[in-house]
């Protein structure tokens, strides 16, 4: 666990903390301010700190949307399923919809629902056998797990 600021009030180190994070990769500002919160910052540090990282365009959620749907679909995620994502992430559905659509522009052979289904179709049948795939257990599986990669 982070160790807590020395002064909570102070803006400038929750800025410098924040940078830090941005460091690593891009963070949406929900993600950023409860990180912050977190690490024990006030709710006046942290509005100062993200306004002015804000103001120095080092937060942008469309920038973030885009970078994680990119990310997301290269895993062959589906859209469905990234969108969920951000929109976990505090990202509008407005911005997650249109990055999502983004990505899959980027990659147009983005298309791997079929790849997936029969890499999943034999994993069950090696673990079950084929009768999995007969039963309605094994096809309600399949079926869920199709579900939720979106």
Same mark, same amino acid.
């Given at each position: !666990?982070?160790? &807590? &600021?020395?002064? &909570?009030? $102070?803006?400038? %180190?929750?800025?410098?903390?924040? !940078?830090?994070?941005?460091?690593?990769?891009?963070?949406? /500002?929900?993600?950023?301010?409860?990180?912050?919160?977190?690490? =024990?910052? $006030? +709710?006046?540090?942290?509005? #100062?700190?993200?306004?002015?990282? +804000?103001? /120095?365009?080092?937060?942008?959620? /469309?920038?973030?949307?885009?970078?994680?749907?990119? #990310?997301?679909?290269?895993?062959?995620?589906? &859209?469905?399923?990234? @969108?969920?994502?951000?929109?976990?992430?505090? *990202?509008?559905? *407005?911005?997650?919809?249109?990055? @999502? %659509?983004?990505?899959?522009?980027?990659?147009? =052979?983005?298309?791997?629902? %079929?790849?997936?289904? #029969?890499?999943?179709?034999?994993?069950?049948?090696?673990?079950?056998?084929?009768?999995?795939?007969?039963?309605?257990? =094994?096809?309600?599986?399949?079926? %869920?797990?199709?579900?939720?990669?979106?």
């Amino acid at each position: !666990m982070a160790k &807590p &600021p020395r002064d &909570p009030a $102070d803006a400038e %180190a929750c800025y410098q903390t924040a !940078m830090r994070s941005l460091a690593l990769r891009w963070h949406g /500002e929900k993600e950023l301010r409860t990180k912050l919160a977190r690490r =024990g910052f $006030d +709710t006046e540090a942290i509005q #100062s700190a993200l306004l002015r990282l +804000t103001r /120095e365009r080092w937060i942008d959620d /469309e920038r973030y949307a885009r970078s994680f749907a990119r #990310s997301r679909s290269s895993k062959h995620l589906g &859209p469905d399923r990234i @969108v969920r994502e951000l929109r976990g992430r505090g *990202v509008d559905a *407005v911005t997650a919809s249109r990055s @999502v %659509a983004a990505a899959a522009e980027e990659d147009p =052979g983005g298309d791997h629902l %079929a790849t997936l289904c #029969s890499k999943k179709i034999r994993a069950l049948v090696a673990r079950r056998g084929l009768d999995a795939l007969l039963e309605t257990r =094994g096809r309600n599986k399949l079926i %869920a797990w199709l579900l939720t990669q979106g």
